[in-house]
T-cell receptor, first 113, second 114 residues
Framework: KQEVTQIPAALSVPEGENLVLNCSFT??????LQWFRQDPGKGLTSLLL?????REQTSGRLNASLDKSSGRSTLYIAASQPGDSATYLC????????????FGGGTRLMVKP | EAQVTQNPRYLITVTGKKLTVTCSQN?????MSWYRQDPGLGLRQIYY???????DKGDVPEGYKVSRKEKRNFPLILESPSPNQTSLYFC?????????????FGEGSRLTVL
């Protein structure tokens, strides 16, 4: 059964720092991987979607990489801002798990002014 | 505006009193699903639907029912709610029936069962 782990569970950084959030998964037979952002009391917003054949995706200050063989993905946030404070979740869709996504527990990020 | 809309956003009810949480999407998406989010357990899928009249169980379907009579709507039904169903519920949708693309989430429905 696929397991998705995100480390660290919480992270606090000063404004302006570049940072990396980690996501690891146990079964490398994935179809795609998504990174989401969740603000307190709100739903999830999709940030980046990486197909299994891709190595990375970029959107503005965000860059997500995927190393399927080692079961890892990273979300790089450049020049962090207080508005980036939120919980970031990764989710994988397996090739052989119907249509379900398996979510990690999330990393709670706080960017201090 | 493209969105997934859930109602109610907040609900307090008592054990055994049937309730329905509605979900509607305006993006003509094929795939819809329900998740619950609990501290320490993360997001877990309850049910999903690939098309009208096609629904299937997720990881934690016990105590829930769903229906998909129209493409845009996917209500979650709790026939006899119990306190262990106190949770934050999310509806989500995706264009492809196999959920191969971006997943769009509603704002969430916080349910408390006393």
């Amino acid at each position: 059964k696929q397991e998705v782990t995100q480390i660290p569970a919480a992270l606090s950084v000063p404004e302006g720092e570049n940072l990396v959030l980690n996501c690891s998964f146990t079964d490398s037979a994935i179809y795609n991987l998504q990174w989401f952002r969740q603000d307190p009391g709100k739903g999830l917003t999709s940030l980046l979607l990486i197909q299994s054949s891709q190595r990375e995706q970029t959107s503005g200050r965000l860059n997500a990489s995927l190393d399927k063989s080692s079961g890892r993905s990273t979300l790089y946030i450049a020049a962090s801002q207080p508005g980036d404070s939120a919980t970031y979740l990764c989710a994988v869709k397996n090739n052989n798990a119907g249509n379900m996504l398996t979510f990690g527990g999330g990393t709670r990020l706080m960017v201090k002014p | 505006e493209a969105q997934v809309t859930q109602n109610p956003r907040y609900l307090i009810t008592v054990t055994g009193k049937k309730l329905t949480v509605t979900c509607s999407q305006n993006m003509n998406h094929e795939y819809m699903s329900w998740y619950r989010q609990d501290p320490g357990l993360g997001l877990r899928q309850i049910y999903y639907s690939m098309n009208v009249e096609a629904t299937d169980k997720g990881d934690v379907p016990e105590g829930y029912k769903v229906s998909r009579k129209e493409k845009r709507n996917f209500p979650l039904i709790l026939e006899s709610p119990s306190p262990n169903q106190t949770s934050l519920y999310f509806c989500a949708s995706s264009l492809s029936k196999r959920n191969t693309g971006e997943l769009f989430f509603g704002e969430g429905s916080r349910l408390t069962v006393l």
